[in-house]
Structure formats: structure tokens, C-alpha cells
């Protein structure tokens, strides 16, 4: 045996490893390119591709199961993936350099020249370019995303290089460590020296199984963590209790209940009525991050097929007639019960407004397009874009519209699910063909409109109260734009049904607090909420899960008073 590594599996293993600590710190290179200087991210590029293509059942059952975080841990398992296969790499690359004809690759000591660094890196440079971002969609070299052409040949060069050169530098470390150990062992024993080599076979092996058992363990506690607190989100779990609910249902009520407004004390845990910008929910299509759009370079185009195609600047755009409306926006992926529900006041330009700047809309046109900065769109029909209360809003809560909520501007559809909500517009487009939006792409209802839904704030599910001491059972009801006439609360499986007292709402567009006065006796409880909207409809109690069109059922906590 001589000091340098001679048996093909040796060297695979030393440049698997060296591979995979070269990746690990390439592929941190790589994040925070991809965050600073907008380079790619090929793990986002991937993950949105799986998403895609994922089948319908399959996406319904990881969302289910993961809820909001199921992006996350795509992003997570990708990025371990990412780091096998840049050791793989290293290992081929260690494997099969030697048989190049055409160079001296190696020295006598067995360490690679730097070159052999800089040629994988080219190799990588080509085939992520040319082969791996077209099979994601994302066109050669990524000339299908907003990263842009360019910085993705510089992000991914920079990255290939630092892989490279690390790895040369990681593989000579490796090769260095193992001479100094058989030195070592030349003076002593043949049989320690087998023993040294088994040791650092052995050592290799773990380092291994470490990184892969901690990636899994990590994956498996935010999965526990995730799932113990996504519990708020309960329907009915009783099946009969669900039939007689289904049974007794009476979809309408006619006249309308005139709605019970009053005082609604303010309780711990029940949802403030304006929801912090801080606090207010975010969803993003995008794994790492969302885009930053620089306001000064930004502009925001209105054509297709319009008489006068336009553009605005930021100064432009914010120079403009505002109004300001509150609008309560909620997650066509919210379960029953979830917390994918917040509302603000915003302020911002109506859309039919922008509209009208554009001349007259040619006949045959029948739906406008939001693109945005993420690649994200979506389209809703001319007749919804016209209303009054559809704008563009540039400010949330009083403040600018902050980043993560979609700043410059975004798009505010009241009636519709958050999806259609665009974040990050850059471009209006008035069309004639029924477009379909990213999400629409993946089997999620186009028209979208917001299902009633009501949640019990507090007590909490699972909790104990103290027995025969009032308190209140409180939360949200919600139904886009057709408010809320009467909430409703059940203590006895829906048999009698006790109105609560409603705040009145601070738009027909918002969410609606209520509160029901509460004694419990000693013992378990089951509570029940429904609503219904100003014409009349009563919530269905009928168990939807979120794909394709919204989630519905009864929202039901369960306490033991004591
Ligand atoms: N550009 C862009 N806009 C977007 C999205 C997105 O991924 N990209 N997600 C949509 C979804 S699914 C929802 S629910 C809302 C959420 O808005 P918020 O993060 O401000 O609450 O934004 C919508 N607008
Ligand atoms: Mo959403």
C-alpha cells in the first residue's frame, strides 16, 4: 500500500469527501449570492419544478400534513440533495480524472492541480446552465426567471469556481492527513497500519451517516414542532355529529338576520381587529427568498389590448389619486380554523383608474394579468378588475407597503381567495384568452371566491378553563365581500345554537369579531361557530379540505372545564 489513495474506492471516497465539504460552503456561496446580489438559487429553481409537478393528491397531502412549512422543507431536503450531489461529483471528478490523456493531472504525492478545479467547475457552469435549469423550466441559464441571464452566469460561475478550487483544496488536505497518518504507521506495526486504515475507512463512513442522520433528524423535529402546533385548524372530528350537522342544514335564511352589533371585550388570545403589518400573515410561491424590488429602478407597465399602452414610475405611480379601504385577506390554502387569515387598512390607486390612463379597452378583451416580480401571475376577469374597491395598493397599516407584503405595489381583489392578491406587480396586461395563473397551473380554483368561515379565537383547543367562572368564547368570522349578518355558537352538538354579539366591522370587506359570554360547568366541552353573510347564507358544514377551491366545515374546539 502505498501513500497516496490507489484502489478506485478510496479515491471516490476521499473525493466524495472532499466533494461534500466543498459543497456544503459552495452551496452557502450560493445562498447568500442569491440574497445579496439577486444571483441564482438553484435549489428554489428545483423546488418550484417539484411543486409544479407534483400530482394533485399528492400536494393536497404533504400541505395537509405540513401545512404553510411544507415549502420549507422541500427547500431543506433540496439543499441536503444538492450537497450528495456535489460530492458525487468530487468523487467521479476523483475517480476518473487520471484516465485524461491529454495533461498530468496528479503529483507523485497524489495531490490534484488547482486546473483540475477550474476545468469542474466549467463542466458544472455548462451542465447546470445547459441542461439542469432547462429540465426546471427555467430556460438556458435560467432566461426564464427574474434572476436574469447574466447574473445567473455570474452567480453560478462564482459558485462553480469556489466549489472547485475548494474542493482541490479539500482533497489535497485530505490526501496530506492520510500520508501523515501512514508515516506514522510505517513505524509501527503492519497490523496497526490495517488497523489506521479501517480507522479512517471507518471515519469517512460516519462523517457520512452524521450528515445524513442529523439532515433527517432535523427534517423530523420541525415536522413533530410543526405538526403539534398546526392542531387549531380542527373541523368536527365526530362523524356522527358531522351527519346531524350535515343533516340539519339549512343553506339560507330569508328575511337576513339583522346583525347583533355590540360591545365586544377585548379577551386574551382573541385576534386584534387590525392586524400588525409584523404580524400579518405572509405566503410566497418562492422556497428562500421573495424578491426586493428596488423602488427607484422600478416601473410598472399597463398594455395588451388597450388603445394607449403606458408605464409609471414609483414616483409616478404614488403621485396619483389614492383612496384608502380596510380589507380582510385570507389564504386559499388557510384550513378551517388556521391563521392564514389577517386584515389591514390599505391605501392605494383603484385599478379601474390605472385602467382608464390606457384608453379604450379593445373589444374581445375579457381578463387582465398581474405579473409580478417572482415570475408569479395570475388574472382576474375585466368586469372584477372595474371595480371600485380592486386597486393597487401602495401602503399597509399607514406605512409603505412593506417588502414582504409586496412592495412597490400590490394588488388588493376583495371577494377573491390571498392568491389573487399579487404581490411585487410589475406589468398589467389586458388579454382576450383565459389565462391561467401559477396557481391555477397547479389545479387551484381560478375564480377563487372566498368561502365563509368563522374560528374560535378563545378558549383554545385542548386547553383547560376554570369551571363556573364566566369568561367568553370569541374569534373571527369572515366571508369576503359579503360581510356578516349573525355568528353563531353551539355547546350541544348543534342542536340550539346561541347568537353571539358582533363588533361592527370596519368594512363590508373585513372580517367580523365576535364574543359569546360563557359559565362552563365542571367537565368536557365541545364548541361549535358558524356564520352567516348579510343575504342570508349560512356557512356549509360540509368538510372540504383547502385544494382546489378552499377549505370548509365547522370550526370545533374541544376544552375540559375543572
Ligand atoms: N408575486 C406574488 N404574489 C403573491 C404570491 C406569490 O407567491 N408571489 N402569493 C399569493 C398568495 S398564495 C397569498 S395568500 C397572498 C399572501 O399575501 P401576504 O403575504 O401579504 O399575506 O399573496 C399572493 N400574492
Ligand atoms: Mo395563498
Known sequence: MGPSPTTQKERF???????????????????????????????????????????????????QTLGGDAK???FYIILVGQCLVFALFGGLCNLLIDRLKFGQWRDEQGDLQYSVGLMLAFVLWLFTGLIFLP??????????????????MLSLAITGIAYGLLFIFMHNWLTWRALKASANADLETDATFLDKQQQRRAFLRNGIVVVGLSALGVAAWRFIVGAASGGSGATTRDPQLQSSLVDKYQAKISPPPVPNYGEVQSVADLSSEITSNDKFYGVSKNLASDPTVDGGSWSLSVDGLVAQPFSLTYKELTALPTHEQYETLMCIS???????????????IALKDLLQKAGDIKPGATKVVLHAADNYSDSIHLSKALEPTTMVAIKMNGQTLPSAHGYPARLLVPGIYGMKHV????????????????????????????KMTSRIDTPRDGTKVTA?????????????NKGISQVEVSLDGGKQWQKAVLKRPLSALTWVLWEVPWQPQAGNHSIIVRAIDLQGNVQTPQIASPLPDGSSGYHTVSVNAS
Do not use: C
Not at 19 to 33: C, K, Q, R, S, V
Not at 468 to 480: D, H, L, M, R
Open 468 to 480: 363556573n367562572k364566566p369568561t367568553y368564547i370569541a374569534g373571527v368570522a369572515f366571508s369576503g
Open 135 to 152: 429540465l426546471t423550466g427555467s430556460g438556458i441559464f435560467g432566461a426564464q426567471l427574474s434572476t436574469g441571464v447574466m447574473s445567473t
Open 423 to 450: 404581490k411585487w406587480i410589475t406589468h398589467i396586461e389586458i388579454v382576450n384568452t383565459d389565462y391561467k395563473g401559477y396557481w391555477q397551473q397547479n389545479g387551484w380554483s381560478d375564480p377563487a371566491p372566498v
Open 13 to 63: 471516497a476521499r473525493g466524495s469527501l472532499a466533494g461534500l465539504l466543498a459543497g456544503i460552503l459552495a452551496t452557502l456561496i450560493m445562498l447568500l449570492l442569491s440574497l445579496t446580489i439577486g444571483g441564482v438559487s438553484l435549489p428554489e429553481a428545483l423546488g418550484s419544478a417539484i411543486a409544479q409537478f407534483l400530482p394533485l393528491p399528492l400536494f393536497d397531502y404533504l400541505h
Open 72 to 74: 420549507h422543507y422541500l
Open 334 to 348: 388557510n384550513e378551517v380554523g388556521g391563521e392564514y387569515m389577517s386584515n389591514a387598512r390599505w391605501e392605494g
